[in-house]
C-alpha cells in the first residue's frame, strides 16, 4: 500500500512523500527550549497543546502511521504594476492553501480508507497543533536548513507541508533522517533583514518579518518598513538566499495596483481576496505594510 499512496500523491502533484509511525517529533525539547526562552513572540497559541505536539497519536486516537506530504508552490514572487510584492506562499490568485490541500490530501484519505474499511484518517495542514517539520524530517523528506525551513535536496523549500494520521495498519520501514546539507553556509542568516535569525536553528519572532507584517497587530515602526523593502506580506529573504532554491528573483503581476489596496474597503476586499492566504492579515493590516514601506 506504501507504493500506491507514494504513486498517487506524485499524481496529486506532492513533490515530497515520507512516512513515519507516531512518536515523539526528533525536534521537539528545542521546541521547548526556544518556548522558555520566550522567542515565540505575543504567539502564546503556541504554548498550548504541548502534549498533543509531543504525541501525535493524540490527534487520532490509533494512530498507527503519519504521511508527511510537501506539495510546492511557485518560485515567482507575487507583485503589484507598480513594485511592491508578498511572499510567494501567499499565492494571492488561489483559494487559501489550507483549504486546496485538505481537498487534494482527501483525494489520498478516499484511497485509504477503501483499502482498509473501517480505518480513520486526519489531514492536517498547519493549523493543528503538530510539529510538521519535524515529522517531515524524521520521514526523510528532507533537512532542516539553518533558516528553521525543511529543504529538499534538488527542490529547496518553496513548498507546503501537510500530514495524513492513519489508523490504517500500512507497514513501513523505518528510515534514516536526512543529514543537514548546510555545511559552512550562512546565507540565510546573513540575509534576514532584521536579524531575526540570531543563530543557526533559532528565530526570534518577535523580529521576523512575516510575523511582523501578518501576525503583529501593532504598527510598524519607520526603521521596520525600510527593512521590509518592497514586501508588504511576509518574507522570503531567508529563502531567498538559500542556494536550494534557483530563480529566487522572479517577478509575477498578479496583484492590483498599490493605490488600489490603499483606497480598497473590507467588502472589497474580501470580496477580491477574502479566500485567499492575505485574509490573513486583512485590509487594514495590509494598507499598514504598504504605508510603512511608502513614507
Not at 507598480?82 to 485538505?102: M, T
Not at 493543528?128 to 528532507?142: F, K, Q, T
Not at 523593502?229 to 528573483?249: H, I, L, S, T, Y
Request: proline share 6%; glycine share 6%.
Amino acid at each position: 500500500m506504501k507504493e500506491e499512496i507514494i504513486e498517487r500523491a506524485r499524481d496529486l502533484g506532492f513533490i515530497g512523500i515520507g512516512f513515519t509511525t507516531p512518536s515523539k517529533p526528533p525536534y521537539f525539547d528545542r521546541f521547548l527550549s526556544w518556548l522558555s526562552a520566550h522567542r515565540h513572540a505575543d504567539m502564546s497559541w503556541m504554548e498550548r497543546n504541548l502534549e498533543v505536539r509531543e504525541n501525535p497519536v493524540l490527534l487520532l486516537r490509533g494512530c498507527n502511521l503519519i504521511v508527511s506530504l510537501a506539495y510546492p508552490y511557485s518560485s515567482k514572487k507575487p507583485c503589484t504594476p507598480d513594485g511592491l510584492s508578498v511572499s510567494r506562499y501567499s499565492q494571492p490568485d488561489k483559494e487559501d492553501y489550507h483549504h486546496r490541500l485538505k481537498a487534494i490530501c482527501g483525494e489520498l484519505t478516499s484511497m485509504i480508507k477503501d483499502a482498509y474499511k473501517g480505518s480513520r484518517t486526519r489531514i492536517c495542514v498547519d493549523s493543528p497543533p503538530i510539529l510538521e517539520r519535524s515529522l517531515a524530517y524524521s520521514s526523510g523528506i528532507g533537512f532542516i536548513g539553518k533558516n528553521n525551513m525543511l529543504i529538499i535536496p534538488g527542490f529547496g523549500s518553496y513548498f507546503f507541508l501537510a500530514e495524513i494520521l492513519t489508523t490504517a495498519p500500512v507497514r513501513v520501514s523505518p528510515v534514516e533522517p536526512m543529514k543537514n546539507l548546510c555545511g559552512s553556509c550562512t546565507r540565510c542568516l546573513d540575509a534576514c533583514p532584521t536579524g531575526a535569525l540570531e543563530r543557526p536553528f533559532w528565530i526570534d519572532a518577535s523580529k521576523c518579518l512575516s510575523y511582523l507584517t501578518i501576525e503583529n497587530r501593532k504598527d510598524l515602526k519607520k526603521d521596520e518598513g525600510k527593512l521590509m523593502e518592497d514586501c508588504f506580506f511576509g518574507c522570503d529573504g531567508c529563502q531567498e538566499a538559500c542556494p536550494f532554491n534557483r530563480n529566487g528573483k522572479t517577478r509575477e503581476i498578479m496583484l492590483p495596483p498599490t493605490d488600489a489596496f490603499l483606497n480598497m474597503d473590507r467588502e472589497s476586499f474580501s470580496k477580491r481576496f477574502g479566500n485567499t492566504s492575505l485574509a490573513r492579515a486583512g485590509i487594514e493590516k495590509i494598507k499598514t505594510n504598504i504605508r510603512a514601506i511608502l513614507r
